[in-house]
């Protein structure tokens, strides 16, 4: 008998968490080593017990979802990563993917599609999601995710955070650099994305659906 795949979950809903504990017990094959409700703790559990799969909250607080898998992929290049949304979202789906995660998954699927995909996963497989796979080549032949090309890793992941309210301070002490560094991003951000505010920023995240719940 093969040994189960050992994850790490890493999810700040609680409900959540309880239905993946019992999913796991029914599947046999999946056995849950580590949880997380911040990115810096899904981080320390990753490193911590070296999980087969890590499933990650995209929305996930803390440094957030995005910051995760680079920090992450930075100690781990090989890391399988299953990222959860509740969102269909090609904007993010297509950033996360293009920073080396090998999984993108709605939380609304059903539970049969997770376990397909952590296993898929676990032996070197990419698995995502079909509706955010048709969006993913929607935005592409449209051209939808055009002005966040151009952002760098840092620059979006400092976008995303300044666009939820968060202040340089938070920022700066989150992703441990200093406010003049996190001043500099914001200036590229800006003249990138065309805007001269943060309330602006906020708007074309909403507009783009790139906060999760």
Not at 164 to 176: I, M, N, P, W
């Amino acid at each position: 008998m093969s040994l189960p795949v050992r994850i790490v979950l890493a999810d700040a809903h609680p409900v959540l968490r309880i239905g993946f504990r019992t999913l796991a017990k029914e599947w046999g094959d999946v056995q849950i080593v580590g949880e997380a409700e911040t990115g810096e703790q899904a981080v320390e559990q990753f490193t911590r017990q070296k999980p087969d799969v890590l499933l990650l909250d995209m929305g996930i607080p803390g440094i957030g979802g995005m910051e995760t898998i680079h920090k992450i992929m930075a100690r781990e290049p090989k890391a399988k990563i299953l990222v959860l949304s509740f969102h269909e979202n090609a904007i993010l789906a297509d950033r996360a993917l293009r920073d080396g995660v090998f999984g993108y998954i709605s939380k609304r699927c059903p539970s049969e599609n997770f376990h397909r995909a952590i296993l898929q996963i676990s032996q070197g497989k990419k698995y995502i999601d079909a509706e955010i796979a048709q969006e993913i080549a929607l935005q592409q032949v449209t051209g939808g995710s055009k002005p966040f090309m151009n952002l760098t890793e840092r620059e979006f992941t400092v976008f995303l955070m300044l666009a939820e309210g968060r202040s340089t301070s938070d920022v700066s002490k989150a992703l441990h650099l200093s406010p003049n560094t996190i001043n500099t991003h914001y200036h590229h951000i800006k003249n990138k994305l065309g805007v001269s505010s943060k309330a602006e920023m906020t708007r074309i995240a909403i507009r783009h659906n790139l906060f999760e719940a």
